[in-house]
């Protein structure tokens, strides 16, 4: 991690337990004020500018024993730092370059151990650290509240199952936080609007070691923590999934001489600022790859959404190797970088180092090759886990650079320390990782940048079975989902309908909304790894579309957020090298959007627009492509049908 850093500190010792009760710290800006009370117990609270936006809410953690940090603390020293510096992400998704200015308070209590707050611009965050040595501690449990006061407006990012048992693909259900019980619960991130309209987003980061954190309603404006407890025993249920027999009474057994989870809370004054929030990036752990040269980002032909049906060959389609060739000579025609290879290229899905009689993997991959394409390979985790360096130097000899991990479905410690060592262990062998029936991202990109994307989305391939991925619900995970990290939502899909034509076909599958719609996707989702998810022969039969969606690349520079609400729409801007790329979308219903173009530099530049066509709203993969000449001083009319799209690259011209 190349890093420029000014640290000015400054230290306050403060013995004993009468003195310093009540403490406060400011983000740099002096917007956000955390003020921390202590008593019989530690409450932090939030104010942004006059408003309370939190109200005292407890922190604690519990560990075996009877010790409780956090109860009755004796605060030895606080010590307080302010921090300015640049980071540079080796693999950027928002931006190359992050401001991480932040101010942060250390206090340190009798018991050996501390709490650091730190206050940023754009959000705050807490965490614990215990230096009990080199023993085991076992942490039974955590008090992480948020008491927002009043029946705010949430985003309930909702999950069901007791055991925490889940993909993370979550619907957000728009509603107010009284309409939750302490029997419902919620994955993270979760978005909080505060009664003066500041949108706060719940979530966490630098998540090593430790389960993931969930919260339960409460029937009131508070929120109350939990975490799954670690697995004493299990069945297998068919390859991929199990049933839970036993728990232990822990959350977490791990070293007493460790920091713990950040738990965060971005928060925002307009919607729009939620498309640019770094502070999970800001919040993680910097890399520990030193070689970074063969982590290639990039878009993949991807096979299993459109279920290898393709067509005007000579040769019948399927998981085979002239199907899987066919793909690498599609991906070479449009210069995307790879290739996957999904569920089905194993003898079984337990078996992962033998093909199906159909498959010639080394012939592939050396095709690949041959014509600048690599080959990523899907992998279930569970037989991955019981053999993983030998399956993964198997892997880099025959010459694949990725691997797609699947079916995790869990966020208990294990699942955690399986992806810190999935991503060490595939970055020995130089393998990029996908994170498939995964939870949501909360750093380990940071610490090691060969991890590309995350899944723990709702996304297209849903479509193949439900009707629950509406445009509304792709101009929601923007400002939530997205704010985490990358997202392997999976877009291009070549068969669109409106509302009313929209139906639910596994084999041929559509999209809701307008292929101007899907288009935008490209440039509005993060994923350094972007899948091309449709039917190669669909592509082939469109390539001015298909040539215009292979030349957005798949991170980026510089990130401006124009305009957005939260399900309603968004319009973003992203620059990579010399170019600007713009992307809006809306919901189902139709709008246009008046733009500034005050973000670009003394350029003149070229705007090649694809935008819904004129009959969009009843054909919905109807769309044109236009040019302009446009400079800083222009402002842009961003014109979209219901459930559409619109999407722009501008290169510099003389």
Known sequence: MNKKLIAFLFTIFIFGTAFGKDLQISSPDKKIKIHISLGQKITWSIKYGSATILQPSQLAMLLKNNIQLGVNPALINQKQSMHAEVLTAEIPVKSKKIN???????????????????????????????????????????????????????????????????????????????????????????????????????????????????LFGTGTGKLTAAHPKNIAESTPVRD????????????????????????????????????????????????VINDLKWIKPGKVAWDWWNDNNIYGVDFKSGINTKTYKYYIDFAAKFGLEYIMLDEGWTKTTTDLTHTTPDINLQEIIDYGKSKNVGVWLWTLWGPLDKDMDNILSKYKKWGAVGIKIDFM??????????????????????????????????????????????????????????????????VTLPFIRMAAGPM???????????????????????????????????????????????NPSNYLKDTLYTAFISKIPTVWDETVALDGQVGEYALIARKKDDKWYISGMTDWNARTLTSKLSFLDGKNYQMEFLSDGINADRHAADYKITTLKVSKADKIDIKMEKGGGWCAILTPVN
Not at 114 to 138: N, P, W
Not at 243 to 272: M, V
Request: charged content about 20%.
């Open 100 to 214: 991480n200015n932040y101010n942060e308070l250390k206090l340190t209590f009798k018991g050996n151990y501390s709490i650091y707050f730190r206050a940023y611009d754009d959000g705050v965050a807490y965490r614990f650290e215990t230096a009990l040595g080199k023993q085991t501690i076992e942490v039974e449990n955590e008090i992480a509240d948020f008491d927002f006061g009043t029946n705010n407006r949430v985003f309930w990012p909702q999950e069901s199952d007791p055991n925490y048992l889940s993909h993370f693909e979550s619907l957000y259900k728009d509603s107010t936080l009284n309409a939750f019980s302490n029997q419902q619960h919620a994955a993270l991130p979760m978005l909080v609007y505060a009664k003066s309209g500041i949108k706060m987003l719940v979530s966490e980061a630098d998540l090593y070691d430790y389960p993931n954190l969930f």
């Open 240 to 287: 991929r999934d199990i049933k839970i027999t036993k728990l232990e009474s822990h959350i977490a057994k791990t070293t007493g001489q460790r920091k713990f989870p950040w738990r965060s809370i971005a928060i925002c004054a307009e919607d729009k600022d939620l498309l640019v929030t770094n502070l999970t990036y800001k919040l993680s752990s910097p890399s």
């Open 488 to 534: 392997d939502y999976t877009p291009g899909a070549m068969i669109n309908a409106n509302k009313k034509n929209f139906n639910i076909v596994f084999s041929e599958p559509m999209s809701m909304g307008t292929r101007a719609h899907q288009a935008a996707m490209y440039v509005m989702y993060e994923s350094p790894l972007q899948m091309l998810a449709d």
């Open 409 to 474: 479905a869990r966020a208990d410690q294990y699942m955690v320390n399986f992806y810190e060592r999935v991503a060490a262990t595939a970055a020995k062998y130089q393998l990029m990782v996908d994170l498939h029936g995964a939870y949501k991202p909360v750093g380990l990109n940071h610490k090691y940048p060969n991890v590309m994307s995350y899944e723990g989305v709702r996304g297209a391939e849903n479509n193949k079975w439900s009707a629950e991925i509406t445009p509304t619900h792709n």
